[in-house]
T-cell receptor, first 115, second 111 residues
Framework: DAGVIQSPRHEVTEMGQEVTLRCKPISGHDYLFWYRQTMMRGLELLIYFNNNVPIDDSGMPEDRFSAKMPNASFSTLKIQPSEPRDSAVYFC?????????????FGPGTRLLVL | DQQVKQNSPSLSVQEGRISILNCDYTNSMFDYFLWYKKYPAEGPTFLISISSIKDKNEDGRFTVFLNKSAKHLSLHIVPSQPGDSAVYFCAARFSGGKLIFGQGTTLQVKP
């Protein structure tokens, strides 16, 4: 299996621009998670889906952030408009309900820099 | 408020010695605790876990200890190897599948 695929790997944009991050989970996995990593706060859960349905979006920082999962093999995280404080590494992860408890498989991440 | 805390941002040990990474949590509802390892430019990878009803789990050189009364867990790596140099994240799981991660501890193992 190819693992969790994220694109782009790097994104540099200017403040105010729209940013879209993409994720393809491992085939057959029924959970998908979006995280943000910063030096100050470590790994923060933004939102997660079960069978394409958003379950918990309490970690989404504000209305500028939105996430969708139109089908089992694709999810997007959108920031509109972007701000410099959004600069971070964004990870997507997937897991199986029936798998080992808590084991999530992470993608390589998207490093976002907002100027 | 941080429900999972790793108070040591970094740790340096000599090759062959023991590495001990610590983690504290505040919520008694967590049912599993996990450790993830992260190399630069890669996503975190699962290392080892422990159920909240256990106090120890061992996998090769890695052992996780859980002290529920103190709300504390630790990861022991014996013997430490240079390839173990990475960022280690402690995580705690709610029964619904949600993981809460700590800030991470950077381990450096010197040859």
């Amino acid at each position: 299996d190819a693992g969790v695929i994220q694109s782009p790997r790097h994104e540099v944009t200017e403040m105010g621009q729209e940013v879209t991050l993409r994720c393809k989970p491992i085939s057959g996995h029924d959970y998908l998670f979006w995280y943000r990593q910063t030096m100050m706060r470590g790994l923060e859960l933004l939102i997660y889906f079960n069978n394409n349905v958003p379950i918990d979006d309490s970690g989404m920082p504000e209305d500028r952030f939105s996430a969708k999962m139109p089908n089992a093999s694709f999810s997007t995280l959108k920031i509109q408009p972007s701000e410099p404080r959004d600069s971070a590494v964004y990870f997507c992860a997937s897991s199986l309900l029936a798998g080992a408890p808590g084991t999530q498989y992470f993608g390589p991440g998207t490093r976002l820099l907002v100027l | 408020d941080q429900q999972v805390k790793q108070n040591s941002p970094s740790l340096s040990v000599q090759e062959g010695r023991i590495s001990i990474l610590n983690c504290d949590y505040t919520n008694s509802m967590f049912d599993y605790f996990l450790w993830y390892k992260k190399y630069p430019a890669e996503g975190p990878t699962f290392l080892i876990s422990i159920s909240s009803i256990k106090d120890k789990n061992e996998d090769g050189r890695f052992t996780v200890f859980l002290n529920k009364s103190a709300k504390h867990l630790s990861l022991h790596i014996v013997p430490s190897q240079p390839g173990d140099s990475a960022v280690y994240f402690c995580a705690a799981r709610f029964s619904g599948g949600k993981l809460i991660f700590g800030q991470g501890t950077t381990l450096q193992v010197k040859p």
